[in-house]
């Protein structure tokens, strides 16, 4: 059972889960206050659904990074600042709002991977 863990929750990078983490936290104080604007208290469900789309949003943002990258392959586009923020905005949204549908597939996937790679050796590097 904790090689399922560390092959799935333990397979993006430290520094990978940690960025988007925060942009996942961001996306959550945006969720509470949305949700408790007006004096309104928060339900249960409201506030578990936060939680949840938090701890999972790398994983959804792993997924949707992923599935873009091999559409759009190694091509650079320029555009102005103010829309390719907005743009990054609504995709962070988006996968938030969707982390708990989206995230099992990337979980999967890198158990997938890691389960793939167990018996290969990194080969050494020449001196």
Same mark, same amino acid.
């Given at each position: ?5 560390s092959?799935?929750f ?8 940690f960025?988007h ?13 949305a949700?408790?604007?007006g ?11 936060? &939680?949840?789309? #938090?701890?999972?949003?790398?994983? $959804?943002r792993? /997924?949707?990074?992923s599935?873009? +990258? %091999? ?10 600042a ?7 905005? &609504?995709?962070? #949204?988006?996968?938030?709002?969707? $982390?708990?549908? /989206?995230?099992?597939i990337?979980? +999967? %996937? ?13 080969p050494?590097?020449?001196?």
């Amino acid at each position: 059972m904790h090689t399922v863990f560390s092959k799935t929750f333990g397979g993006l990078s430290g520094q990978y889960y940690f960025r988007h983490l925060f942009f996942s936290l961001c996306m959550a104080v945006l969720a509470f206050f949305a949700q408790t604007r007006g004096g309104a208290s928060i339900t249960i469900g409201g506030l578990l659904f936060i &939680v949840i789309n #938090t701890l999972l949003y790398p994983y $959804a943002r792993f /997924v949707y990074e992923s599935v873009v +990258g %091999f559409i759009m392959g190694d091509n650079v586009f320029y555009v102005r600042a103010s829309i390719m923020l907005f743009v990054k905005f &609504v995709t962070m #949204t988006i996968c938030w709002s969707l $982390a708990l549908v /989206v995230a099992p597939i990337g979980l +999967g %996937f890198l158990y997938y991977h890691h389960s793939k790679n167990e018996g290969e050796q990194p080969p050494s590097q020449a001196l």
